[in-house]
T-cell receptor, first 108, second 112 residues
């Protein structure tokens, strides 16, 4: 059974700092997704990573995928308050299996 | 382009009552998914439809949950009878290619 683990589960950081969220998964997959969820809202797709070594960037967020290590990272550069949300990774194993989520709080 | 629509947005019922949720996917999306998201957790797939056929319902508690997509467009998810542990947000998603999924706003169910 595929297991997807994120860490940290909670992250409080100051504006302007950099940090990385990690997503580890237990079985082979070539497709991984990152989603953002604001409180009381649905999931918004951020990145789709389709191959080993894939790197995608949008604004202050950058995601990468290492399929050999079964690891994806979501890097936040010079965080701003608007990035406060819960971030989920999801691995495609004929169905999406989600991690527990990382609740990110960015303080002024 | 209109997104995935769900109703109702909120529902409060007592245990042992029944409830139904409705989903209208993005026009033209053949694949439709229902997820359960318990507070503090990631979404868990309950059932996946391709047009009006079931692709995966391995995690659907079939003794109390049922879902249908009769004409390959709208879908309903029903719980009968509800239990306290069914309190969650029920998310509907749809996909054109089977790769990227688009999620609706969800229905927040509280069972008392």
């Amino acid at each position: 059974e595929l297991k997807v683990e994120q860490n940290p589960l909670f992250l409080s950081m100051q504006e302007g700092k950099n940090y990385t969220i990690y997503c580890n998964y237990s079985t082979t997959s070539d497709r991984l997704y990152w989603y953002r969820q604001d409180p009381g809202k649905s999931l918004e797709s951020l990145f789709v990573l389709l191959s080993n070594g894939a790197v995608k960037q949008e604004g202050r967020l950058m995601a990468s995928l290492d399929t050999k290590a079964r690891l994806s990272t979501l890097h936040i550069t010079a965080a701003v308050h608007d990035l406060s949300a819960t971030y989920f990774c999801a691995v495609d194993n004929q169905k999406l299996v989600f991690g527990q989520g990382t609740r990110l709080t960015i303080n002024p | 382009e209109a997104g995935v629509a769900q109703s109702p947005r909120y529902k409060i019922i007592e245990k042992r009552q029944s409830v139904a949720f409705w989903c209208n996917p993005i026009s033209g999306h053949a694949t439709l998914y229902w997820y359960q998201q318990i507070l503090g957790q990631g979404p868990k797939l309950l059932i996946q439809f391709q047009n009006n056929g079931v692709v995966d319902d391995s995690q659907l508690p079939k003794d109390r949950f049922s879902a249908e997509r009769l004409k390959g467009v709208d879908s309903t998810l029903k719980i009968q009878p509800a239990k306290l542990e069914d309190s969650a947000v029920y998310l509907c998603a749809s996909s054109l290619t089977g790769y990227e999924q688009y999620f609706g706003p969800g229905t927040r169910l509280t069972v008392t």
